[in-house]
């Protein structure tokens, strides 16, 4: 058995989480391989990239909104033939890799893991609160589009044809509900796990409040300015620091930080999260967030709204704090509770899901 992962960047939540799948499927003396854009021609993936930005060159697009068009002129088609794969596992596609057509062609089971909502989306990751893909998209708020038949409407009609030819996993109840209120039939809910080696030591907390997120300045979803928001509310926010992870920062803000851009020391971001007081995940929508699951395991709470996937392992001001309201104050209440509260890890249950993974290949394989 053969298993191919895509992933079109090795960092971020789905390159760790394909990574440490990959990893125990090579343990368990299956051949398996990651793909990204690392492994292809630079200028493939180059021009790839450009062409499928070129149909956006008609709209106005929303910066708010992280969207992608599935195009590509099949530059990286060949090398995947190559590879000759039982299986091909999507992670992450966009960003010059591959479309969905080309993997459609080479006739072997897709297994694609919503690590976004990309799939099922007239082009946005996540929606952001949208509900024009129950009206199948068109007049898209992404691209600031006043038409009904534009470019998301035509994406989303040409995904709707390859949804029977791929096995869906969703990693929590809310991507696999989302997943069903498209129409989806072929699904499985498979929530992350990663395993940690690093063994927290029995330190008292720091007054660290730890922020993480690619890109988390730039991306609007991951909610970096409803954080700074919530700060500027703090009254006592000399006390503490917050720890900014995924992007440089540099700005001044009335609270001390310190910034990383990227973390390729486990150790040292593991440290990090684990002598941190909380985890703050202020993201509008997200499927799972690993960074979630890393944090209890490491035994400190995390504040997230309540469209974050990974609330499904979060007990409400015992291991975490749910936020309901998108506004600075309520997530600032949940930012004050573990300052005067001390959260209970009791009840954390963690889930074992690569052997999960491994017996729906093989029962793809095998045809059951």
Excluded at 116 to 130: E, I, K, N, P
Excluded at 186 to 211: C, G, W, Y
């Amino acid at each position: 058995m053969k298993i191919i992962h895509l992933c079109s960047h090795k960092k971020g939540g789905a390159f760790n989480v394909a990574n440490s799948l990959n990893d125990f499927l090579i343990d368990s003396k299956i051949d398996s391989k990651i793909v990204s854009n690392d492994n292809l021609p630079k200028l493939g993936v180059f021009i790839n990239y450009i062409y499928s930005r070129l149909n956006l060159k008609f709209y106005n697009l929303d910066r708010n909104y992280q969207f992608s068009v599935d195009s590509s002129l099949k530059l990286n088609l060949r090398y995947l033939k190559m590879l000759k794969p039982d299986i091909i596992h999507v992670h992450w596609i966009n960003s010059g890799l591959l479309q969905i057509s080309e993997l459609i062609s080479l006739g072997v089971p897709i297994v694609w893991t919503l690590h976004d909502h990309w799939a099922l989306t007239g082009g946005c990751h996540m929606s952001l609160g949208c509900e024009r893909y129950h009206k199948g998209c068109g007049k898209c708020l992404a691209l600031n589009s006043t038409i009904e038949n534009d470019l998301s409407r035509k994406e989303l009609n040409n995904k709707k044809k390859y949804y029977n030819f791929i096995n869906f996993v969703a990693v929590s109840k809310m991507s696999y509900n989302f997943a069903k209120s498209r129409g989806v039939k072929k699904i499985e809910l498979i929530q992350n796990n990663l395993d940690i080696s690093f063994k927290t030591k029995k330190l008292k907390k720091n007054k660290h409040i730890v922020f993480c997120a690619v890109n988390g300045d730039k991306d609007y979803n991951k909610g970096f300015n409803l954080l700074l928001e919530s700060i500027e509310k703090l009254a006592n926010k000399g006390d503490y620091k917050l720890i900014l992870i995924g992007f440089n920062f540099t700005k001044k803000i009335n609270i001390k930080y310190e910034s990383y851009s990227y973390l390729n020391d486990r150790d040292k971001y593991y440290h990090i999260l684990s002598n941190a007081m909380m985890l703050v995940v202020p993201s509008f929508e997200e499927t799972f967030s690993l960074v979630t699951l890393e944090a209890l395991k490491l035994k400190t709470p995390v504040i997230c709204y309540k469209n974050v996937g990974a609330s499904d392992f979060i007990q409400h001001k015992e291991n975490g704090y749910i936020f309901h309201d998108y506004t600075p104050d309520s997530l600032l209440e949940g930012i004050k509770y573990f300052m005067l509260n001390k959260p209970n890890f009791t009840t954390f249950e963690e889930v074992s899901t690569n052997d999960t993974y491994l017996d729906m290949y093989k029962k793809i394989i095998n045809n059951e």
